[in-house]
């Protein structure tokens, strides 16, 4: 539901993920004024549109935001639709004040600071967080051939379960964890056939998101004190061994080639030459920061980024950036790692606005 705009707001916040609420959280501890605009229908964030079966690399305790656990799963790992209910309620428990569905098209210049244009209605606010992640651009790698293609092609942001593809054959490309778990179940139901650029990373079964989040923060501590950084192998794109990838392991199928080198209107050719008969490609190429609201600014870079300073753009001082990746801080764009960056950013606001802050 949309409302009239009251007037300039000390903060407007894009996005209504993980990100979002976490910054919220900490500005609510300051005086300043702020509102959330998420362009999605209902709470929960990215989570509302990951796959059926999706589950986190954490149990709940290593998967929370600030200042409210997320309740405990009995069967383990937290599922997605575990985590859209915890995101709902946490919204819900700190009374947010949140608009939606609106997705803001642009940011521009404003007398009082910068203002955020929807197609229907614009909001003022003198500083700006942009919380909006990376799920609505989907990035998949540029192929020869891909136009001509009769066959099926869905990114893993639009992939729900594997029921659909039952009986054919199926490629899964991606080596990074999304992959495997997609691979892991569409195997069962059909002819399927995993490709990556290099083999894949595989941690040891009793490594899980706790121990890859503490090798992150260690990894920051020993990069604030120009320290060495001296850790064991892994980092958050090697594929963790959750239950159905263990399952998958198994069956032997957690088996990839390499890259195809082109399509042809039926398949894909194999840097040996040889054709294969393709019905279905499924992406699991990753994302990209989703900024094109930004372009009116004309601070994005050539690597599709923003030039930051921590979190704060160094071109437009009175915007900040969350929860996108590394490039905004160490483990940013998970639900545990998220806190440091968020507490940071409403700290630095609240000093820029000149409010006082517990955050």
Known sequence: MLHSQPGP????????GQAALTVAYFLRRTSLSFVILDAQEEPGGAWRHGWN?????????????????????????????????????YEQRYQFPVERPVRVIAVEHASTGLRMRSDK???????????????SNPYVPAYPGADEFTGQQLHSAHYLEPQPFKGKKVLVVGGGNSGAQILAEVSKV????????????????????????????????????????????????????????????????????????RFTRNGVVWPNGRESVVD?????????????????????????????????????????????GEWTGSASATLIGVTRTARSTASEIAAFLGSSSSA
């Open 190 to 261: 059909a002819e399927a056939t995993w490709v990556t650029p290099t083999e894949p990373l595989f941690l040891p079964d009793e490594v899980d998101g706790r121990v890859l989040f503490e090798r992150a923060t260690e990894r920051l501590k020993a990069q604030q004190e120009g320290r060495p950084i001296e850790q064991p192998v892994g980092g958050l794109g090697d594929i963790v061994m959750v239950p159905p990838v263990v399952e998958a392991r198994e069956r032997n199928v957690l088996k990839a080639v390499r890259p195809f080198t």
């Open 121 to 135: 209605q614009s909001w003022e606010a003198k500083a700006v967080v942009s919380a909006t992640g990376t799920w």
């Open 53 to 89: 079966s999706l589950r986190l690399f954490s149990p709940a305790t290593w998967s929370s935001i600030s200042g409210w656990m997320m309740p405990p799963t009995p069967d383990g790992y937290p599922s997605r639709n575990h985590v859209v209910d915890y995101l709902k309620r």
């Open 280 to 324: 279905v490609v499924i992406w699991c190429t990753g994302f990209r920061p989703a900024l094109t609201h930004l372009d009116t600014l004309g601070i994005i870079n050539t690597e599709g980024s923003v030039d930051v300073e921590g979190t704060r753009s160094v071109q437009e001082p009175r915007l900040w950036l969350v929860g996108y």
């Open 9 to 16: 707001y000390d903060v407007v916040i894009i996005g209504g």
